[in-house]
Structures are given as C-alpha cells and as structure tokens.
C-alpha cells in the first residue's frame, strides 16, 4: 500500500503575479498582497520536500477567458466594480506563476477559469490516474479559489488539508472566518512542517 505522501497531491491555487506581485493587479486594486508574497517565498522548499517523499505536486492558474464569461459572472464582476479580464486573463504576464515558483519536469499544470480548481478542469480524472485520494491544498485566496476548491474536493470524497502556513488572502478577516469555517466542516489546518514530519514518519 502506498505510504501517506504516495497517496497524495499538493495542490497549489493562485500563486501568480496579479495576486503575489506588488505590480498585479490585485496590487492595484488596492488590495494588500504581502501574504502571497510571503507563501510564495515558503513554497518552494515545501514544494521540494514533499516531491521527495512521493507528493504529486500540481499546479493550478487562473486564466480567464472572456468566451467562458457567464453572465452571472459578470454581474459579479459589476458588483466588485471590475472587469472580468481585469485578474488573471489567460495569457498575460498577471497569469503567470509569480517570482520564484516554477513547475519541474513532471508536476501537472492545471488551467481553471471558475474558483474552484474542479469545475470545467481535468483535476479529477488527474487525481484518480495517479492515485491521488488525499489533498494538502496551499495557495490563495483562503476565503474564495481555496475555500471553493476545498469545499469541492470533500464533496468528491477526497481527504483534505489546508497547510495553514502556506495559504495567502488579501482580505485577513474574510480568510480567518473562512479558515474556522473550513476547518470545521471540510478539512483539517496543519502547518507544513508537521505534515513533513508526519510523512517522513
């Protein structure tokens, strides 16, 4: 039987220059990114730790498309007085993965266009072909594309960890209640060292 890190996928949300980058557009929203910066920053050694001890590691962007803008969507997008393309637009340098985060030969890329890294994506046919049933999901934002993508995958019966350390928000109070939240209903908080430990074990 294959071990706990063997049995698992780290999924990483969001972690690109529009929501990390003091030059995003979050940024110039007049949102505070200092907390994406700083996962950012942790990643990568988390990143590499948990590839060598048998994780999938799979990367997920955000890449709007305005011919999959519903109108739903962009009523919402009215509502937070944006446009729809304004975050993340397929293509663009505020898609892409922010400072110092790169793929490795090997670890999957996902393209999302809704919060959840689920809808309208590959991600579960990917899990299940490489036997993934297990999740530490990082990344950003806490309150909205993780909590979505959480929420999701326990809905498909996958076992679910928010690495607590390695998680980003603009909105702090929004994304703390959103934590308590999750934490109760939907997943386990652990911090990124003690989940290596755990597996090294």
Not at 11 to 18: A, E, F, G, H, T
Not at 43 to 48: G, N
Not at 149 to 160: K, N
Request: hydrophobic content about 45%; aromatic content about 6%.
């Amino acid at each position: 039987m294959a071990s706990e890190a063997g049995r698992t996928a780290i999924l990483i949300i969001d972690m690109q220059n529009d929501f990390c980058s003091r030059e995003g557009a979050m940024a110039g929203l007049g949102f505070d990114t200092s907390r994406n910066r700083v996962v950012a920053g942790r990643l990568p050694a988390f990143v590499e730790a948990a590839g060598d001890l048998g994780a999938l590691v799979v990367w997920v962007r955000q890449a709007g498309r305005e011919e999959l803008v519903s109108p739903a969507r962009r009523e919402r997008a009215r509502a937070m007085n944006r446009g729809t393309m304004e975050v993340a637009a397929a293509g663009s340098w505020g898609a892409d993965l922010a400072e110092g985060l790169s793929p490795q030969p090997g670890e999957p890329v996902v393209d999302k266009t809704r919060y959840s890294a689920f809808v309208g994506t590959p991600l579960h046919n990917l899990l299940r072909a490489q036997g993934r049933d297990r999740l530490v999901v990082c990344g950003t934002a806490a309150n909205v594309c993780v909590d979505s993508t959480i929420r999701d995958a326990y809905m498909a019966d996958y076992t679910v960890t928010m690495a607590s350390d390695l998680v980003g928000w603009t909105r702090p109070g929004l994304a703390a209640s959103s934590i308590k939240n999750l934490q109760f209903y939907f997943c386990d908080v652990e911090d990124s060292a003690s989940i290596l430990s755990r597996w090294a074990r």
